[in-house]
């Protein structure tokens, strides 16, 4: 900072004169404001195109982008099905599953408490 300190911008007239600049842009501002319509009133209110079917052509790539899209979707139907099936008769399995797991923490559980007896 102490070195630009001893350099000085130049002292120029130009910069002393009076702009107008913000008149200006005060007056374009003014112009665009008076072009603007926000509070038109219709004579006659614009059609509602809601309710009216729209016409729509279709091409290949539409029509197998539909076929696609149903396709996936059958899939994923399915695939829901599939996991219903499979978790409803899986409960057997799962049940016998757990009670092995339970069976073997109760035995490693008494090895412990067995290891740790004759330990002391």
Do not use: C, G
């Not at 006659?44 to 149903?70: G, S």
């Not at 035995?107 to 067995?114: R, S, W, Y």
Request: proline share 3%; net charge negative.
């Amino acid at each position: 900072m102490k070195k630009y300190e001893e350099n000085k911008p130049f002292d120029l007239q130009t910069e002393k004169r009076p702009t107008n600049l913000e008149k200006i842009s005060e007056e374009v501002h003014k112009q665009y404001d008076s072009q603007l319509q926000f509070d038109n009133v219709y004579i006659t209110k614009p059609k509602d195109y809601t309710n009216v079917p729209a016409n729509i052509l279709y091409n290949e790539t539409a029509i197998l982008r539909e076929e696609l899209i149903v396709q996936k979707e059958r899939r994923e139907e399915e695939d829901r099905l599939q996991r219903l099936l499979i978790d409803k008769n899986d409960t057997k399995e799962f049940e016998r599953w757990r009670r092995e797991m339970e069976m073997r923490d109760d035995q490693i559980k008494m090895e412990e408490v067995v290891k740790r007896k004759y330990r002391n």
